[in-house]
């Protein structure tokens, strides 16, 4: 079964709006990473979170770790069409790399 | 450096032939991984190399063998193939860190 659950499976917002996707686990996770894929390309690596609680920022981009390293959520401020694409978290469960079934987000210019 | 080579890019195939998938990486890494990616459904993982000689399966391998001869190269093997097997299929490795994808193969059974 699907070991990390991605909500929303698509989302579309208007260019400046902002956009959160969400990454749940049933299990506690060493560390969660989230990529992502241009339409038509190949997933990228954008980040890692290990520390319970952790919040990282890529410009825009703001990624947290849950406190019981159970989930965690990517937010984009004022998005823009360059933001299009597939976003995907992913952890290291048992030795293997599992991924979110991702969501998808288009942004209106 | 060209991090993860797939091959072929593009790929259709009647249902019943056979094919190899092949993925190569030139970082040095342990670990090397097949995926296969469907509207909706995600990265699933069909199978899973820790190191060299060793293989496991992930969430979805049925239908499918792989190999990993030595440590660059990780080979995904379609014996029979189903029109459900049409899919993109992605090839990865990881260090330390992050994985790193190959560009996908697009399958298609007819």
């Known amino acids: 079964g699907q070991q990390v659950m991605q909500i929303p499976q698509y989302q579309h917002v208007q260019e400046g709006e902002d956009f959160t996707t969400y990454c749940n686990s049933s299990?506690?996770?060493?560390?969660i990473q989230w990529y992502k894929q241009r339409p038509g390309g190949h997933p990228v690596f954008l980040i890692q979170?290990?520390?319970?609680?952790e919040v990282k920022k890529q410009k825009r981009l703001t990624f947290q770790f849950g406190e019981a390293k159970k989930n965690s959520s990517l937010h984009i401020t004022a998005t823009q069409t360059t933001d299009v694409g597939t976003y995907f978290c992913?952890?290291?469960?048992?030795?293997?790399?599992?991924f979110g079934s991702g969501t998808k987000l288009n942004v209106k210019p | 450096n060209a991090g993860v080579t797939q091959t072929p890019k593009f790929q259709v195939l009647k249902t019943g032939q056979s094919m190899t998938l092949q993925c190569a990486q030139d970082?040095?890494?342990?670990?090397m991984y097949w995926y296969r990616q469907d509207p909706g459904m995600g990265l699933r993982l069909i199978y899973y190399?820790?190191?060299?000689?060793?293989?496991d399966k992930g969430e979805v391998p049925n239908g499918y063998n792989v190999s990993r001869l030595n440590k660059r190269e990780f080979s995904l093997r379609l014996e029979s193939a189903a029109p459900s097997q049409t899919s993109v299929y992605f090839c990865?490795?990881?260090?330390?860190?992050?994985?790193?994808f190959g560009q996908g193969t697009r399958l298609t059974v007819v």
């Open positions: 990865a490795s990881t260090g330390l860190e992050e994985a790193f």
């Open positions: 299990t506690t996770l060493s560390n």
């Open positions: 190399s820790a190191s060299e000689g060793t293989t």
């Open positions: 970082m040095n890494h342990n670990s």
């Open positions: 979170l290990v520390k319970s609680g």
């Open positions: 992913a952890a290291l469960v048992r030795n293997k790399f599992y």
